[in-house]
């Protein structure tokens, strides 16, 4: 008997034991990410706290932001003004229009950008010979920003340019008209200044003062000889433009045509 009793306290301990791992099981706070409430203690594990992501890992996920594009797309311009005639002692009224297309954004190193351009020239009321002129003109450039800068640009251009001329008599009214067309290339360079490009209501970058020097050679003329232009043009605005612009021959004057001088104002969207 001393044995069996033996026995029987060793399978009371194996028991006692087993149920006490059981209830530790049972008793062991479990968490599924947030608090959680265990069996029967009572007691709350609070959620670990997750971690802050690196600034590494923040710089990673976002990218710097690209410069904003800055275009200049569709400026129309419509200009009036006065055209001094070569020969001729008085001023012509005159009147057009030009559109202008340039791709550039505030880290540009080269801008392209192409312009084309219409202009009435009406004759003078007080000559006996009264004389039309229609000059239509297409030019393309290659701007380049030193530096990236976009303040400031420097570039070549070159364009294709028609003149037509109507000549009739004042007198008699029913004079005949005679017509005729020259064409040619203007081939020169520029230089363009602007203020620091500002945001406009329609989401794009535009500077709101900017300034061309620019010089060309006009190859259509009544003479052999080339004659050499210099001009400015000065715009401020930038969803809408008030320009003005001056532009003169500085050849001998007796071969520069249509015109010596050309002085005019401008309206318009962004040039």
């Known amino acids: 008997m001393p044995r069996s009793s033996g026995m029987g306290w060793a399978a009371f301990a194996v028991a006692v034991l087993v149920s ?7 008793s062991k706070p479990k968490s599924s990410g947030g608090p959680t409430w265990t069996s029967g203690l009572g007691l709350v594990e609070l959620s670990p706290k997750p971690e802050e992501p690196k600034a590494e890992d923040k710089a990673a996920a976002s990218p710097p932001a690209l410069p904003p594009t800055s275009v200049s797309a569709f400026g129309l ?3 009036g003004g006065v055209d001094k005639i070569a020969g001729n002692e008085g001023l012509s009224p005159t009147f057009g229009g030009s559109l202008r297309f340039e791709v550039r954004h505030l880290r540009s190193l080269f801008a392209p950008w192409v312009e084309g351009s219409f202009s009435l020239t009406l004759p003078d009321s007080d000559k006996q010979l009264l004389t039309t002129f229609y000059d239509v003109a297409l030019r393309g450039g290659l701007d380049v920003h030193p530096a990236r800068i976009s303040n400031i640009a420097i570039g070549p251009f070159i364009g294709y340019r028609q003149i037509h001329t109507a000549t009739q008599m004042k007198s008699p009214e029913d004079a005949p008209t005679a017509s005729s067309m020259l064409q040619g290339a203007d081939v020169g360079g520029q230089i363009h ?3 620091n490009d500002k945001r406009t209501d329609a989401g794009v970058e535009r500077a709101e003062f900017d300034a061309i020097a620019y010089t060309f050679i006009q190859t259509a003329s009544l003479t052999d000889t080339n004659n050499v232009f210099l001009g400015a043009l000065v715009g401020y605005g930038s969803a809408f433009r008030v320009s003005s612009n ?9 071969t520069c045509f249509p015109r010596q001088l050309r002085m005019s104002l401008g309206l318009g969207g962004m040039w």
């Open 77 to 79: 311009r419509a200009f």
């Open 246 to 254: 001056i532009e003169g021959c500085v050849s001998d004057s007796a």
């Open 193 to 195: 200044l602007r203020t």
């Open 20 to 26: 006490g791992s059981a209830f530790a099981e049972e």
